[in-house]
């Protein structure tokens, strides 16, 4: 199962990085800068989403959308809102619902990277290869966090309560027991993910690697 997620982290990383490598550095960059945007909102404001989102819920079960339109929209609002019922998102499990949105800005990060001002022309970009390659991190990291909290062994740069794990994965502590390279190997990035500044060099580093792609994009410029 190990070599399974390593084999998705690989293919994750490689296919954000093709797309950085057919765009010029900007590309890229806008999506993590997306990215980011998506996980700093989902840190600073994942509960009120979660209002948010369960009283669209609720108003749009309730029937808000024909009370809208019916002649007399101001008292059948009113009924609306004094309707109770049950919500979209269980706010103590609200992990499936972080990703969900974490995915929309991944949607709209991968759209506008791919925007035709972008892409390149019979040339490639190592510079893209590599952000994309960030950016490849970022997904599958979360996305493990979510699906596979026992096998996230990917350290994430943000730390999202009620998203991101806060214990090791006990299957990753169990395989690190072990003498094998790959084991030591586990347990390096074990270690690593629950190293208090951890997080802190993971944000430096993807903000260093923004730094000098938009130095070299506008050296190319």
Do not use: C
Not at 72 to 91: H, I, M, R, T, W
Not at 162 to 168: D, E, L, Q, Y
């Amino acid at each position: 199962m190990i070599l399974f997620v390593v084999l998705l982290i690989a293919l994750t990383m490689t296919a954000f990085g093709l797309i950085g490598f057919l765009r010029v550095p900007r590309g890229p960059i806008l999506t993590l800068v997306i990215l980011l945007t998506g996980l700093v909102l989902l840190r600073a404001f994942g509960p009120q989403l979660i209002v948010m989102a369960n009283r669209l819920w609720i108003f749009f079960a309730a029937g808000g959308l024909e009370a809208l339109a019916s002649t007399d929209s101001a008292k059948a609002l009113s009924e609306v809102f004094g309707k109770s019922g049950q919500g979209l998102v269980n706010p103590a499990q609200p992990a499936s619902f972080y990703l969900a949105v974490f995915y929309f800005f991944v949607l709209v990060g991968v759209l506008v990277g791919s925007l035709q001002r972008f892409r390149l022309s019979g040339r490639f970009s190592f510079t893209g290869l590599v952000l994309g390659m960030v950016n490849g991190y970022l997904v599958i990291a979360y996305t493990l966090a979510v699906l596979a909290p026992e096998l996230a062994l990917l350290p994430t740069p943000l730390g999202i309560k009620g998203m991101t794990p806060s214990a090791p994965p006990a299957a990753i502590g169990a395989a690190a027991g072990s003498g094998a390279v790959g084991g030591q190997l586990l347990r390096f990035l074990s270690d690593l993910g629950n190293h208090p500044s951890a997080h802190l060099v993971i944000a430096g580093l993807i903000v260093v690697f923004i730094f000098m792609a938009a130095r070299l994009s506008a050296r190319k410029g």
